[in-house]
């Protein structure tokens, strides 16, 4: 191995869902596109290696068409995987169903689950969430669960058997960012050995570099890029965002502090500058 490319091994940052490698730590979703061709372009600027897809959409849409087989080209032209998602669903009966169809239409085992327990918020159903994904667990699939920042609904997850957590950083669609930022560091620092991703509410890529800064594996969004105004530039910087904000969590963030802090020693013998 020639010294480039083992200091490139050295410096590679990739994670893991199970034993599934992964560099990007973008994911991104497939909704609201302008035109099927800025999509494509859009997987492409982004670099996601994670692409999500709702099946009541294509349910609601089966006459439309070419969307899986674009959303396909596109992922197998840059490596991505594929995750379907149970978007709609308001029971665990209802994402359970929902979740074996997607796993025999698009023949993966992974699923995000959503079980939606308020209308106006899109907030997830705890109770009905947790329900489902241990059975989904039992039925042989990896569930991404999107859930809130409590940390109680966390554990119960987790002790279900789920592999990862997605709590939202907001509401899904709001673009509000990261409203809660003492519940979504605190699950980071109770839970530090779980992968995290931060789904739903991030509206702009300084929202996606502060997730990442404050040590959260992933980010994973849709509307901030599809209702951009050029979304394939806004998929370009969300991916140089994300790729930053993990940089500089690997380097070390400086403490903050409450007060002003010298960055120029006042004391001692200043520099003789002399002639």
């Given at each position: 191995m020639?010294?480039?490319?083992d200091?490139?091994q050295?410096n590679r940052?990739?994670?893991?869902?199970g034993?599934v490698q992964?560099?990007?730590?973008?994911?991104?979703?497939?909704a609201?596109?302008?035109?099927?061709q800025?999509?494509?372009d859009?997987?492409?600027?982004?670099?996601?290696?994670i692409?999500t897809?709702?099946?009541?959409?294509q349910?609601?849409?089966a006459?439309d068409?070419?969307?899986?087989?674009?959303?396909?080209?596109a992922?197998k032209?840059?490596?991505?995987?594929?995750?379907p998602?149970?978007?709609?669903?308001t029971?665990?009966?209802e994402?359970?169903?929902?979740?074996?169809m997607?796993?025999?239409?698009?023949?993966?085992?992974w699923?995000?689950?959503?079980?939606?327990?308020?209308?106006?918020?899109?907030?997830?159903?705890?109770?009905?969430?947790?329900?489902?994904?241990?059975q989904l667990v039992?039925?042989?699939?990896?569930v991404?669960?999107?859930?809130?920042?409590d940390l109680?609904t966390?554990?119960r997850?987790?002790d279900?058997?789920?592999?990862?957590?997605m709590p939202?950083g907001a509401?899904?669609?709001s673009?509000q960012?990261?409203?809660?930022?003492?519940a979504?560091?605190l699950?980071?620092?109770?839970?530090?050995?779980?992968?995290?991703?931060?789904?739903?509410?991030?509206?702009a890529?300084?929202?996606?570099?502060?997730?990442?800064?404050?040590?959260y594996d992933?980010?994973?969004?849709?509307?901030?890029?599809?209702q951009?105004?050029?979304?394939?530039?806004?998929?370009?910087?969300?991916?140089?965002a994300i790729e930053?904000?993990?940089?500089?969590?690997r380097?070390g963030?400086?403490?903050?502090?409450d007060?002003?802090?010298?960055?120029?020693?006042?004391?001692?013998?200043p520099?003789l500058?002399?002639?």
């Open positions: 020639n010294a480039r490319v200091v490139l050295k940052d990739a994670w893991a869902v034993e992964l560099d990007s730590r973008f994911l991104l979703g497939t609201g596109y302008p035109s099927p800025v999509l494509a859009a997987i492409a600027a982004s670099g996601a290696q692409i897809v709702g099946l009541k959409r349910l609601a849409a006459g068409n070419g969307f899986v087989e674009i959303i396909r080209a992922m032209a840059h490596g991505a995987r594929l995750l998602n149970t978007a709609g669903c029971t665990a009966r994402a359970i169903q929902l979740a074996h997607a796993r025999e239409l698009y023949d993966t085992p699923v995000k689950l959503e079980v939606v327990g308020d209308e106006y918020t899109l907030q997830p159903d705890p109770i009905e969430l947790v329900e489902a994904a241990r039992k039925d042989g699939f990896t991404f669960p999107y859930c809130t920042d109680v966390a554990k997850l987790l279900a058997g789920c592999p990862l957590l939202w509401p899904i669609g673009g960012g990261l409203v809660n930022p003492f979504l560091r699950l980071r620092e109770r839970l530090p050995d779980v992968v995290l991703i931060i789904d739903a509410g991030i509206g890529p300084s929202h996606a570099a502060q997730a990442m800064e404050m040590g992933a980010v994973l969004l849709n509307s901030a890029v599809s951009a105004s050029d979304p394939v530039g806004m998929a370009a910087a969300f991916r140089q930053a904000g993990r940089a500089a969590r380097a963030v400086m403490a903050r502090q007060f002003a802090v010298a960055t120029t020693p006042v004391t001692g013998n520099f500058i002399g002639g």
